[in-house]
């Protein structure tokens, strides 16, 4: 006889959360974990100026509006409350403070998560909504750089006053890197060093939030192997809410080319400019804290989860909030309900 699910989904972000809002009207029993010990806090601890960029009309979770102007957007803090209000609206059976150290299979083929307190959790199913933006990547050519030049990240960058006087080079040109270079400039020397050339798009189209278009035309949800979603992920355009190059240069950012070589405090560039340095704020991507998931089936050889649109080749093990786990909406807010409705619908049907 086969037992009855219980769920376990890792990870109480927007991706966890929506999850838990399916499961609950699926009637499927289960448990939200969390390392943190409050809901939120994985954008609580993102740089104070955050402001998403996405509208709240395209910033919520199934069931409940983010109250306030729909078309304008809401602060880190705002979204991060909205997230701890919604947890409690829908009365989400949640465990905080509860990292979980390991997950591995039980001999009975079901998984077991070890917390970091030495606690077992047992579960028939497993849902990983841990973020696809968890720990901030570091070139190697970092090492480059002497000890007299301070060395941060977009994730340990809070505001300028994490930024010692002198020159700052911020290193990576997306969203991030673009705000943070903005906030800077008239605080600082502010250097950006851009890698591929990037389009941004229009904040607003007809009237309408340029994310109003990307929705109803559909090209939000294009599968991520489609023409069109291929083309969506090799350009990963982000709307231009002054961020584009010639704004930023005109608030007296310095844009440089690809940062090629790191050496004491000279940074050297691709076309042979240099420059010297105080401060480096890296703001290159990330990637992926697998470690925990000891179950190697569930992982590539570069560590990545392994994944065809959210469903693992492991039995029974899930993922929510992936980069591109079905389109580009999946790792945005407005995507997640979509997809966790659809791993809630694959669970219930194998139940
Ligand atoms: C700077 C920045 C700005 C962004 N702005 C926007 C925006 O404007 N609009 C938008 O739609 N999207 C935006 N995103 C993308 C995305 O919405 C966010 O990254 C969002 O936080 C992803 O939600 P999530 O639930 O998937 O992951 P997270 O918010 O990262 O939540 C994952 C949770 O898992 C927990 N966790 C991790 N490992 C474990 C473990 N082993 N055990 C227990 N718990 C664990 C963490 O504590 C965390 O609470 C932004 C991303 C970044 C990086």
Request: with cysteine; aromatic share 8%.
């Given at each position: 006889?086969?037992?009855p699910?219980f769920?376990l ?5 927007q991706a966890?959360?929506a999850?838990?809002?399916h499961?609950r009207q ?6 939200i974990?969390?390392?943190n ?10 740089y104070?100026s955050?402001?998403l960029?996405t509208?709240?009309q395209?910033?919520?979770?199934p069931g409940?509006?983010?109250p306030g102007?729909?078309e304008?957007?809401?602060t ?5 409350d909205y ?10 059976p ?8 390991k997950?591995?299979r039980?001999l ?6 070890i917390l ?5 959790l ?19 050519i970092?090492?480059g ?9 977009a994730?340990?960058y809070?505001d300028?006053?994490?930024?010692p006087?002198?020159?700052v080079?911020?290193?990576?040109d997306?969203?991030s890197g ?5 906030e ?5 020397p502010t ?7 990037r ?12 994310w109003?278009?990307?929705h ?5 949800r294009a599968?991520?192997?489609s023409?069109i979603?291929?083309?969506?992920r ?20 310095r844009?440089m080319?690809r940062l ?8 050297k560039?691709s ?5 010297d340095i105080?401060?480096?704020i890296?703001a290159v991507?990330?990637?992926d ?5 000891q179950i190697?089936a569930a ?5 990545s ?7 693992s080749?492991v ?5 929510v909030?992936?980069?591109w786990?079905r389109n580009?909406?999946?790792?945005l807010i407005?995507?997640?309900g979509?997809?966790a409705g659809?791993?809630v619908?694959?669970i219930?049907?194998?139940k």
């Amino acid at each position: 006889m086969t037992k009855p699910p219980f769920v376990l989904v890792v990870g109480a972000g927007q991706a966890g959360l929506a999850t838990g809002y399916h499961l609950r009207q699926a009637c499927i029993p289960f448990v939200i974990v969390d390392g943190n010990d409050r809901i939120g806090d994985s954008w609580r601890r993102r740089y104070t100026s955050l402001t998403l960029f996405t509208p709240r009309q395209f910033s919520a979770l199934p069931g409940a509006i983010i109250p306030g102007n729909r078309e304008l957007y809401p602060t880190r803090d705002e979204f991060a409350d909205y997230l701890e209000v919604y947890a409690g609206l829908f009365n989400l059976p949640l465990r905080l403070n509860s990292r979980v150290a390991k997950l591995q299979r039980s001999l009975s083929g079901e998984f077991e998560a070890i917390l970091v307190s030495g606690e077992i959790l047992a579960a028939t199913h497993v849902v990983i909504a841990t973020g696809g933006f968890q720990v901030p990547l570091v070139p190697k050519i970092a090492a480059g750089f002497g000890s007299a030049v301070t060395q941060l990240t977009a994730e340990t960058y809070r505001d300028p006053s994490s930024v010692p006087d002198g020159v700052v080079l911020i290193v990576g040109d997306g969203a991030s890197g673009r705000d943070i270079a903005a906030e800077l400039a008239s605080k600082r020397p502010t250097l950006l060093a851009a890698g591929k050339p990037r389009k941004l798009f229009p904040e607003r189209f007809l009237g309408k939030s340029i994310w109003w278009w990307l929705h109803w035309s559909g090209l939000m949800r294009a599968p991520v192997d489609s023409a069109i979603g291929r083309l969506m992920r090799r350009t990963d355009p982000f709307p231009d809410r002054d961020r584009n190059l010639a704004s930023l240069a005109r608030k007296g950012v310095r844009l440089m080319p690809r940062l090629t070589e790191a050496a004491g405090t000279t940074a050297k560039f691709s076309d042979a400019g240099e420059a010297d340095i105080g401060s480096v704020i890296w703001a290159v991507g990330y990637r992926d804290d697998s470690d925990w998931v000891q179950i190697p089936a569930a992982k590539n050889p570069d560590g990545s989860f392994a994944h065809t649109n959210g469903v693992s080749p492991v039995p029974n093990l899930f993922f929510v909030g992936r980069p591109w786990q079905r389109n580009r909406a999946s790792a945005l807010i407005m995507g997640a309900g979509r997809d966790a409705g659809a791993i809630v619908k694959l669970i219930s049907e194998r139940k």
